[in-house]
């Protein structure tokens, strides 16, 4: 009898433990889904990063460029547009509407990005 109430109390225990780890686990994930909405693009090597961003609306995105090659920021559909960046300078643009706002360099038109503002 007493036998079988500790055991009880022990996968009381374990369920009570394992439910709280559970939840250790979810806000770890929380805390990563609410770094994902960063706000830096990182230009670098030839690239934008993250290639898509998305964020919600009133967010300011600021762009970047690691290279040591100049590059621009300019929306396809002619929302925003950088000067030409040289390495380390920043763009920054406040998307205020939701929608999706593709983009690209327009010295290498190879390179492009978009954010999806929710
Ligand atoms: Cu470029």
Same mark, same amino acid.
């Given at each position: $009898?007493?036998?079988?109430?500790?055991?009880?109390?022990?996968? $009381?225990?374990?369920?009570?433990?394992?439910? *709280?780890?559970?939840?250790? #686990? %979810?806000?770890?994930?929380?805390?990563? #889904?609410?770094? *994902?909405?960063? =706000?830096?693009?990182?230009?670098? &090597?030839?690239?934008?990063?993250?290639?898509?961003? =998305? +964020?919600? *609306?009133?967010?300011?995105?600021?762009? !970047? &460029? %690691?290279?040591?090659?100049?590059?621009? +920021?300019?929306? =396809?559909?002619?929302?925003?547009?950088?000067?030409?960046?040289?390495?380390?300078?920043?763009?920054?643009? !406040?998307?205020?509407? !939701?929608?999706?706002?593709?983009?690209?360099?327009?010295?290498?038109?190879? $390179?492009?990005?978009?954010?999806?503002? #929710?």
């Amino acid at each position: $009898m007493r036998r079988s109430v500790s055991i009880a109390v022990l996968t $009381m225990t374990l369920v009570v433990g394992l439910g *709280a780890i559970g939840i250790g #686990q %979810r806000s770890v994930l929380a805390s990563a #889904q609410q770094k *994902a909405e960063t =706000t830096e693009v990182k230009i670098d &090597n030839f690239s934008f990063g993250p290639g898509t961003l =998305t +964020v919600p *609306a009133g967010t300011t995105v600021t762009w !970047t &460029n %690691r290279d040591d090659i100049p590059h621009t +920021v300019v929306s =396809t559909d002619g929302v925003f547009k950088s000067k030409v960046l040289d390495t380390d300078e920043k763009f920054s643009f !406040t998307f205020s509407k !939701t929608g999706t706002y593709p983009y690209f360099c327009s010295i290498h038109p190879k $390179m492009t990005g978009k954010v999806i503002v #929710q």
